[in-house]
């Protein structure tokens, strides 16, 4: 299996600017997690999702920031529109189910000007 | 909510000496799960400790669960470069996600 897959790796952007953050879980995965880390707030749970339905995205810092599972294979990250402060490394991981160690993908680096 | 704490945020050791850092949850866990994330890397699973007491080790890591369920250890004995990164707990939140430490961050000097 090739892990949990996310793209882009990098994204440089302007404020402003729509970015969409794409992951790909590990097949059989029940679960995906959506985090953002930086050094100030270190690891941060944005959103999970059980089977495709979101569970709790009381992580999700505001209206800006969307997320979407629309099938057991794909989950997208939007943030629209997108604001310097967003700058982060932000992981998807995926596990068996909700509680069981998690698989993590190689982040996406997010650098907003 | 819960929280959960680790110590200390950053540690400096020399190769060869030994390196702990502690997790501390606000409320009792069913288990915890500890990850290591190398400088630029993602969170890598170690080892998940289900038991009261329960101890368990991998090669030079020994991994403790406290008898109330509400912290945990990791040791490394006899550190080596290749241990440096950044250490994290984890325990099941209130809805079955994990919520992870703050992380400690080793740094090995040669």
């Keep these: 299996d090739a892990g949990v897959i996310q793209s882009p790796r990098h994204e440089v952007t302007e404020m402003g600017q729509e970015v969409t953050l794409r992951c790909k879980p590990i097949s059989g995965h029940n679960s995906l997690f959506w985090y953002r880390q ?40 939007k943030i629209q ?8 490394v932000y992981f998807c991981a995926s596990s068996w189910t909700s509680g069981n ?3 993590f993908g190689p982040g996406t680096r997010l650098t907003v000007l | 909510g819960q929280q959960v704490m680790q ?10 000496e030994d390196f702990t850092t502690y997790c501390n949850s606000s409320t009792t866990l069913s288990n915890i799960q500890w990850y290591k994330q190398r400088p630029g890397g993602h969170p890598v699973f170690l080892i998940q400790l ?15 669960f406290g008898e109330a369920k509400k912290n945990s250890s990791l040791h490394i004995t006899a ?32």
């Design chain 1, 38 to 77: 930086t050094m100030m707030r270190g690891l941060e749970l944005l959103i999970y999702f059980n089977n495709n339905v979101p569970i709790d995205d009381s992580g999700m810092p505001e209206d800006r920031f969307s997320a979407k599972m629309p099938n057991a294979s794909f989950s997208t990250l």
């Design chain 1, 81 to 88: 529109p997108s604001e310097p402060r967003d700058s982060a």
């Design chain 1, 101 to 103: 160690e998690q698989f």
């Design chain 2, 7 to 16: 110590i200390p945020q950053y540690q400096h050791v020399q190769e060869g």
């Design chain 2, 50 to 64: 289900v038991k009261s007491g329960e101890v368990k080790k991998q090669k030079r890591l020994t991994f403790q």
């Design chain 2, 79 to 110: 550190t080596q470069t290749t241990d440096v990164g950044t250490y994290f707990c984890a325990g099941p939140g209130s809805a079955r996600q994990l919520t992870f430490g703050s992380g400690t961050q080793l740094t090995v000097l040669p």
